[in-house]
């Protein structure tokens, strides 16, 4: 098992910058594919980006291509995302997920993943 904790979030301009965290606990980080998703009040949970195991590849949602940069530190057991450019439309809470597979494939749907974190918010005002 793996234990995530997100941290990062709170309130920001549109335009703003954040940077989300996501550390791990308990079994090997570089084990598992990572993802960041995003939920608001009343609406299915949707991906926003992605990244394999050893970094090498990264996938976005196109919503926020080319303002969101994921990356990972295995060294330190922690996810990222880095957010510019925020938007009104990015305020939800955001989760990070490991999946344990053994699949060169990273999924972008939230199934696909074993283990989430307990989310952290994100608010973009106008």
């Known amino acids: 098992q793996v234990q995530l904790v997100e941290s990062g979030g709170g309130l920001v301009q549109a335009g703003g910058s954040l940077r989300l965290s996501c550390t791990a606990s308990g079994r090997t980080f570089s084990s598992y594919h990572m993802g960041w998703f995003r939920q608001e009040p009343g609406k299915e949970r949707e991906f926003v980006s992605a990244i394999s195991r050893t970094g090498g590849r990264t996938y976005y949602a196109d919503s926020v291509k080319g303002r969101f940069t994921i990356s990972r530190d295995n060294a330190k057991n922690t996810l990222y995302l880095q957010m510019n450019s925020l938007k009104p439309e990015d305020t939800a809470a955001y989760y990070c997920?490991?999946?344990?597979?053994?699949?060169?494939?990273?999924?972008?749907?939230?199934?696909?993943?074993?283990?989430w974190g307990q989310g952290t918010q994100v608010t973009v005002s106008s």
């Open positions: 997920a490991a999946d344990w597979t053994p699949s060169l494939i990273v999924d972008k749907t939230p199934g696909a993943y074993d283990y």
